[in-house]
């Protein structure tokens, strides 16, 4: 590390990992950016090339439709050798983001699909129980808003939903999601490192009259984590305007 580095400063990297497997509505295609980048097939020659480079620490997206293909079932014949070579012959440790965008193809409606966080917590947990001697830090679902916005709000991702009220539909088991994620990842590996990955904005506002909306805008990106931990009581803020766009009591 260069002269100055704080203690505890830890250098990542990593490798743009998308998992979208339905047809996308607008260009019929999957988006899979394992397999549009070729890593499933050159996965050793880019972990490579990210320990020439000094790398001891790289957030490591999962394709969580690949690895568990049914309901109950997984399969782990590439990730095995992958996280093997990356952590055991090059000494890289992972972050490992067990959702990176999008759902297996038999969850049908995705996240909005009732068992959605009992499902994630599940493959959550049979990541754990079979790495948990190779990994330790754990990013639950990468980027929530973007998920929320994306796949709630302007329906570009499945399941498609737009508006408010659809934005709200998807935050709810996104965030229970992640909670269940990690209590089921701390049972089994009390000692796992949760490294919560969230996309911000930073807005302003110059007229006066514009406050009040920036405020909102402002408490609104945060209310993924607020739900995460624990802070949306009846005091908060955002309280209201959940119930308002279909949020129910518990």
């Known amino acids: 590390m260069p002269p100055g580095t704080p203690d505890g400063f830890e250098w990542a990297v990593g490798i743009e990992d998308t998992f979208i497997p339905q047809l996308g509505r607008s260009t019929g295609r999957v988006l899979d950016e394992y397999a549009l980048t070729q890593h499933y097939e050159r996965w050793r020659e880019d972990l490579d090339l990210a320990a020439s480079l000094g790398v001891r620490s790289m957030r490591y997206g999962i394709p969580w ?12 014949s590439w990730t095995d050798p992958v996280l093997e070579h990356m952590v055991g012959r090059l000494g890289i440790a992972p972050i490992i983001d067990l959702v990176h965008y999008g759902c297996p193809l038999w969850m049908e409606r995705e ?4 068992d959605y966080p009992r499902r994630v917590a599940e493959y959550a947990a049979a990541f754990a129980e079979r790495y948990r001697h190779l ?3 754990y990013t639950p679902l990468n980027e929530p808003l973007v998920n929320i916005r994306f796949s709630g709000y302007t329906g570009y991702w499945p399941p498609y939903r737009r508006g408010w009220r659809g934005w ?9 999601g992640m909670s269940r ?15 919560h990955v969230e996309a911000t904005a930073s807005y302003t506002a110059d007229d006066p009259a514009l406050q009040d909306a920036l405020r909102f805008t402002r408490r609104r990106q945060l209310l993924p984590t ?3 931990l624990g802070r949306v009581h009846e ?4 309280r209201s305007w959940l119930k308002a766009h279909g949020a129910s009591e518990g």
């Open 65 to 76: 439709y690949r690895v568990n293909p049914a309901p109950g079932r997984f399969d782990w």
């Open 111 to 114: 996240f909005l699909h009732p």
């Open 135 to 137: 990994v330790r830090s």
């Open 168 to 176: 709200v539909a998807l935050l709810l088991p996104i965030a229970q």
């Open 181 to 195: 994620t990690i209590a089921a990842l701390r049972e089994l590996q009390p000692d796992a490192r949760i490294v």
């Open 226 to 228: 607020d739900l995460l």
């Open 235 to 238: 005091a908060h803020p955002m």
